[in-house]
Every structure is written in structure tokens, then in C-alpha cells.
């Protein structure tokens, strides 16, 4: 199964500015995310921040703040709890006019509304944040994908954790370049040179 930029949604999980600097490989990790983000906007993927406690963290990297439609301000470790599902998968107004015009076949069930399902994870701690919003986004039946190599931890040791249980809980795990690549798809994509000038 790959990635498709039409069916994807990026979510950047607090890279604020007071943590950071106590992360693990902390300037490989926010150029990712800040690659990541310039992708998303590029080929019109959503994209949506997350703020642990910013009063007490801090904003996010400005760059990313940037690149985000929305920033959420959380309390909570996982976004899901205050409220993250909700922008991922709005409420849509029914269409006006009478339904039953249509053939059966052809009507649509709230559940069979269109929606972009493949949620794209990066962020900080892995093994907090970014571990409970995946795992609780995973329980909700989203398709999770994590990109490892824009995710951190203050250690090694639970950045790997959250790898190993991530992936056994059923997200799977990405680089920053598999995203890439796979959104684009090919390189007579349009924006394939500009993309791939990102990752040189």
C-alpha cells in the first residue's frame, strides 16, 4: 500500500521551541518536519500543528507554525483527546435538496463520505505525544503513518520504543523521503524538481 498526496493529511506534533533543544538529532528532526511541511502545501496536502502546553513550551518552530492550516493548543499528551479528530474529519453539511431523487446506488451515507483517511505523523516526544495521538487515532480507524526520521525523543532508547510498539499496534513506519516520493509518484509529477531540491 502507498501513500497518495489526495487521501493524506499531515499532522506535525509539537516541535516547540523550549523542547527542542533537548531532543535527540533535534536539527535532523525539524528539517524533516520543515520539509515535510513544504511538501504537503506544495501538493495541496492539509496540514495541522500541535502544541503541548505552549504556555508553558513555548510556540512551534516558527517555520512550521507557518506551514500549518491550524495549530491546536492541547493539554492532553494525544491531540485526539482535545479535539484533533475533529479537524481531521469535519462535519459536512448535507447537500440541499431532495435525496431521494437520486437512485440508491448513487446515495451517499455519512459514513461513506469522502475523507482524507492516510494521516501522516511527525513530531515530539515520539514516545509521548506522538505515541498517544497515533495510538488513539489508530483505535478511531485512521491509517497512521509515522515518519520516523521527523520524530524525537530526549532519549534513543524511547524514540525506539515507540517505533517498536507503534509498529506493532499497526502504523506504519516512513522516512521523510518515502512520503515524498510516494506522494509525487513519479518523477513527470509537476512538482517533482522542486521536491526533490528539498531532500538534496
Not at 114 to 130: K, M, T
Amino acid at each position: 500500500m502507498l501513500l497518495q498526496a489526495d487521501e493524506s493529511q499531515l499532522v506535525l506534533v509539537d516541535y516547540q521551541e523550549r523542547l527542542m533543544p533537548a531532543i535527540c538529532e533535534s536539527q535532523a528532526v525539524l528539517a524533516n518536519a520543515r520539509r515535510l511541511g513544504q511538501a504537503a502545501r506544495r501538493l495541496g496536502v492539509p496540514v495541522w500543528g500541535t502544541e503541548q502546553n505552549p504556555e508553558r513550551l513555548g510556540p512551534n518552530d516558527p517555520q512550521l507554525r507557518a506551514l500549518s492550516d491550524k495549530t491546536l493548543a492541547k493539554m492532553h499528551f494525544s491531540a485526539v483527546a482535545d479535539g484533533l479528530a475533529q479537524w481531521l474529519a469535519p462535519t459536512v453539511t448535507p447537500a440541499r435538496g431532495n435525496a431521494r431523487s437520486l437512485p440508491r446506488h448513487l446515495r451517499q451515507s455519512e459514513s461513506q463520505k469522502a475523507q482524507r483517511c492516510s494521516i501522516v505523523l511527525g513530531g515530539c516526544e515520539a514516545h509521548v505525544c506522538l505515541l498517544q495521538t497515533a495510538l488513539e487515532l489508530i483505535d478511531e480507524e485512521w491509517e497512521v503513518w509515522v515518519v520516523t526520521d521527523a520524530c524525537g525523543s530526549r532519549t534513543e532508547r524511547n524514540r525506539d520504543a515507540a517505533f517498536d510498539r507503534l509498529a506493532g499496534a499497526g502504523a506504519e513506519l516512513v522516512t521523510t523521503e518515502m512520503v515524498i516520493f510516494e506522494w509525487l509518484r513519479s518523477c513527470e509529477h509537476a512538482d517533482f524538481k522542486e521536491l526533490q531540491a528539498l531532500i538534496k
